[in-house]
């Protein structure tokens, strides 16, 4: 495989992490501005990112945009939509966006009513219920989910695999994204917060756990990069492994960087106004989405 990005997935990614830049929150009381995440979803409404699956585009172009809002904290949906768009092409569906419902729970579902279920190669729809009050993640409304409907439709087993491929290729990304996110958010705490009369990044305590941050997230990118490009590239069986293999390492990486992150701040890491806990709360999040067990990669099940 070519790890490179072409150009126009370069230029998909510049213009992700810019929107993410611009419209993700700053703060965690950005979190609670409706006119910020009013002007975020219409940006990502307009992009129609939400569909890419349906207008062909590769399992890396979904984990690129993925890895941008993950870094960014987008707080409007994205994952749900995407992976339900995913389904929802093998019926001839229009493509007003949808969410994913996994479990119980619809994922990733603030403004939406609808959801949609994998379910024995079965395809079902769902209606959206009441928010969830203890989600630990900030960034994503997660909401009850109503009773499946009539099944809309059925997938061919290879299309099933490859759908669970790109979910884990999917959540992942967002678990890169978030590492990415932390890792910065420490870094520049780290060149400003002085102790002693030096910046605190000038000492080796601090400067060695931050490159040890830093080398977890190449790996991280690494291994992203290869199940990304599996989805579409290698047999079903082969892009879940890869995908299995990426979502447990870069979820043990996220979570030990978004720890350090926190430790680099100091006490002030332990505050409500610090976004470290943000970052931390949304890897969680994404770690329990297709969680993946060591026992599953050894043994290859699928």
Known sequence: MDVRLTSEQRQLRDAAAKLADDLGPGSVQDLDDDSRVARLEKAVDTTGWRALR??????????IVAEEFGRGLVDVPFLGPVLADDLRR?????????TIGVGSEAVDARGLTDAVILRDRQILSASVGADIADAADLTRRFAELGEPGEPLGELSADDTDRWYALA?????????????????????????????GHTIGSYQAVAHMLAESRALI??????????????????AAAAIQAARVAKIYCARAA?????????????IGNTWECLAHVYLRRALAST???PVSLKEIDLGVS
Do not use: N
Request: proline fraction near 1%; charged fraction near 20%.
């Open 54 to 63: 349906s207008d062909g585009a590769s399992g890396v172009e979904v984990a």
């Open 90 to 98: 093998h019926l001839g569906d229009d493509q007003s966006p949808w």
């Open 168 to 196: 884990l290729v999917a959540t992942t990304a967002d678990l890169v994204g978030v590492s990415r996110g932390a890792q910065d958010l420490a870094v520049d705490y780290a060149k400003m917060r002085e102790q002693y």
């Open 218 to 235: 190449e790996g991280s990118i690494s291994v992203l990069r290869h199940a990304a490009w599996a989805v579409d590239e290698l047999d």
């Open 255 to 267: 979570f030990t960087i978004c720890e350090t992150s926190i430790q680099v701040h100091g006490g």
């Open 288 to 290: 329990e989405l297709f």
